[in-house]
């Protein structure tokens, strides 16, 4: 099954607030203490803060995070947010001590000039949570994502259309060297399939970021991993993967899913088009 490996998951785990491109290549990642890494292209049971502290420092070049927590829905009061987000509710949340301190240990596993691209919906971007780690990653660019939904999901005021992503850094921030693809849109639109995870991202976007921020055999982390993309990414890219998602219910789900069971390596012409995407904008001449 293209060399994927599946681990049964135990007795879900819960989150609990704890105190508080880079071009590398694979080189990077034989690097560490040898064992230190966990079995990699897995998908497994786990507690986010767990596994990135039982990583050894500078071992990957790229994370995505995705943190599932409440803070908008209880500031508005919904309560039972019906059938639309009855299924959002049942994953379990994280505090933002608990957030914060997974930020905290993804910094430390990055390179330097590792990138973190954490997905944030519009509360916790105005209230701008990533500032409370900005010592440690700091937030160089913003793309904004339409999922293209009609007529969008709750809001007083706007409808809900999708999310942002914010790219932070781990110093020195470094631009040209670190970003290959200058294509990529700051405004991104696709659909996604709720179906396979609640919280599912862009697929396409994902591919786009691995591509152009990482080398073939690099390490990418995901501690929040939900549906699993970025692992179905990673393998399509000929990249490592390490991650996790602390739901039982959707590790099973995806290690059963006919995603996994049909994952292939790019053809050679999705492979020309990431490659062409890569060089569509030229690098301006001022260095970052």
Same mark, same amino acid.
């Given at each position: 099954?293209?060399?994927?490996?599946?681990?049964?998951?135990?007795?879900?785990?819960?989150?609990?607030?704890?105190?508080?491109?880079?071009?590398?290549?694979?080189?990077?990642?034989?690097?560490?203490?040898?064992?230190?890494?966990?079995?990699?292209?897995?998908?497994?049971?786990?507690?986010?803060?767990?596994?990135?502290?039982?990583?050894?420092?500078?071992?990957?070049?790229?994370?995505?995070? *995705?943190?599932?927590?409440?803070?908008?829905?209880?500031? &508005?009061?919904?309560?039972?947010?019906?059938?639309?987000?009855?299924?959002?509710?049942?994953?379990?949340?994280?505090?933002?001590?608990?957030?914060?301190?997974?930020?905290?240990?993804?910094?430390?596993?990055?390179?330097?000039?590792?990138?973190? &691209?954490?997905?944030?919906?519009?509360?916790?971007?105005?209230?701008?949570?990533?500032?409370?780690?900005? *010592?440690?990653?700091?937030?160089?660019?913003?793309?904004?994502?339409?999922?293209?939904?009609?007529?969008?999901?709750?809001?007083?005021?706007?409808?809900?259309?999708?999310?942002?992503?914010?790219?932070?850094?781990?110093?020195?921030?470094?631009?040209?060297?670190?970003?290959?693809?200058?294509?990529?849109?700051?405004?991104?639109?696709?659909?996604?399939?709720?179906?396979?995870?609640?919280?599912?991202?862009?697929?396409?976007?994902?591919?786009?970021?691995?591509?152009?921020?990482?080398?073939?055999?690099?390490?990418?982390?995901?501690?929040?991993?939900?549906?699993?993309?970025?692992?179905?990414?990673?393998?399509?890219?000929?990249?490592?993967?390490?991650?996790?998602?602390?739901?039982?219910?959707?590790?099973?789900?995806?290690?059963?899913?006919?995603?996994?069971?049909?994952? *292939?390596?790019?053809?050679?012409?999705?492979?020309?088009?990431?490659?062409?995407?890569?060089?569509?904008?030229?690098?301006?001449?001022?260095?970052?």
């Amino acid at each position: 099954m293209n060399g994927i490996k599946m681990l049964n998951c135990g007795r879900q785990s819960r989150h609990e607030l704890q105190p508080g491109p880079a071009t590398a290549s694979a080189r990077h990642v034989a690097a560490c203490t040898p064992g230190a890494l966990p079995n990699r292209n897995i998908a497994r049971c786990k507690d986010a803060l767990e596994l990135l502290t039982s990583l050894p420092n500078s071992c990957a070049s790229l994370a995505f995070f *995705d943190p599932q927590h409440r803070d908008v829905l209880d500031k &508005l009061a919904y309560g039972n947010e019906g059938a639309r987000q009855r299924e959002r509710c049942k994953l379990p949340a994280m505090s933002k001590g608990y957030i914060d301190a997974c930020c905290r240990e993804i910094a430390r596993v990055l390179v330097p000039s590792g990138y973190c &691209l954490r997905w944030m919906d519009t509360f916790t971007l105005c209230e701008a949570h990533h500032l409370r780690v900005a *010592d440690v990653l700091k937030c160089v660019d913003l793309i904004s994502w339409d999922d293209e939904r009609k007529p969008g999901g709750n809001g007083y005021r706007s409808r809900r259309c999708g999310g942002y992503l914010l790219v932070l850094q781990k110093p020195p921030i470094r631009a040209r060297a670190t970003w290959r693809d200058h294509g990529i849109r700051d405004h991104w639109s696709e659909k996604v399939d709720r179906k396979i995870h609640p919280h599912v991202k862009p697929q396409g976007l994902i591919e786009r970021l691995i591509a152009a921020t990482t080398a073939p055999g690099d390490l990418v982390l995901d501690p929040a991993a939900g549906g699993f993309g970025v692992l179905t990414a990673c393998l399509r890219l000929g990249r490592e993967f390490v991650g996790c998602d602390v739901d039982a219910a959707t590790v099973a789900h995806f290690n059963e899913s006919a995603v996994i069971k049909n994952v *292939d390596s790019l053809t050679e012409n999705e492979r020309a088009k990431l490659v062409a995407a890569s060089h569509e904008a030229r690098p301006s001449k001022r260095v970052r």
